[in-house]
């Protein structure tokens, strides 16, 4: 790949999702073209990048598929699902006991590690069975990904990375070398492909939202962005997860971190409209 | 420092497993059946026991229900080590008392991750 060729992909990437190319990775950009060339028929990734600059919207898609990071895990970070069990969700259920219903997002869910390990949590808590409402949404970029995350399909070595075998026999079933999620857990879950940078009129209100380890691919004005229509969605008392290593500072005075928590926000209540009072 | 049970009659599987575990600061043992894993906990029981299914002379699951009778045999935490992936056998496992499950291959981020998940490592 040349220049020319990368310095156009890094301004698509740019502009569609907010994706932030690094052109000290270049060979790794080239090797993540690899599968879509091999799909599309290319020889070489000029004739990709010919074809990408007629606006072949298909390959488009491909290739922006193509550059984003799936990478997943059950209960990755452990302590950031420990933080939404013991700070988030007992809050919550405090909080919302008189309508007893609960709304999450998982903003970049690739394969649906993180919404069925957040729904296994919170089958732990025993929420159905006690008359609650969940509406659990998982979005990602990738098309593939949320096949991928609706099957519900995962490898010996995908099921070993952070689920307890108590959890894996007890939620998933075997297929020949492979475990599928259960049906109970897969029907709490709604997929659905979306990109961040677009509207986000569809969403209900929302009582959390886990957007870990997206924004840190972003540029500076996507992140803002994604953040500031967080908390549009949120609700005031609201939780917002990011990955252990990420952080809001510098972008918005809209949340506050939850102490000893990396990574976990809660929206700011306005301030109280003064009242004035004339003698 | 925590002390891991290494129980595996593979000479090299029992090194990259002490070896993965030394990284992970653990002091290891090494045993490479059932009977001589025995005599080790007798010894000194460990934290933790990495414990292959399929061990000469008595499987790795005789030597699991023989160590959780014995005193403080239920202390360690023990972890199966195995090829076998079928839920069945994982339930047997489990029933046995075991407290989780590796299937082999297994690398040090896999290693990790279940000794984190079971309290024994960051």
Known sequence: MNLNDFAYLEELARRRCGLVLNDKKLHLVENRLLPVMRRFGFKDTASLFR?????HEALIKA???AMTVNDSAFFRDRKTFEEFRDIVLPALLRDRKGIRQLRIWCAAC???????????????AG??????SITLI???INTQMIARAEQGLYSQFEVQRG????????????EDTQWRISERLRRMVTFRAFNLLDSFGWLPDLDVVFCRNVLMYFDHKSRASVIERVGDVLAQDGALLLGPTESLTGFTTGYVPAARAPGLYFKTRPAPLLRIVSN | MKTCLVVDDSRVIRKVACRILHDLAFETQEAENGAAALMACRRQMPDVVLLDWNLP???GLDFLRALRGETRGNHPVVVICTTENDASRISEALDA??????MKPFDRAILEAKLAEVGLAR
């Open chain 2, 57 to 59: 002379q008595t499987t």
């Open chain 2, 97 to 102: 008392g075991a407290d989780d499950y590796v």
């Open chain 1, 110 to 124: 690739a394969a649906g590690q993180e919404p069925y390990s957040v729904a296994m949590l919170l089958e732990d």
């Open chain 1, 127 to 132: 929420l159905i069975e006690r008359g609650w």
């Open chain 1, 51 to 55: 074809e990408l600059r007629y606006g």
């Open chain 1, 163 to 174: 689920l307890s075998i108590r959890r894996l026999v007890g939620n998933f079933t075997q």
């Open chain 1, 138 to 140: 998982a979005t990602d």
């Open chain 1, 63 to 65: 290739v922006i598929e």
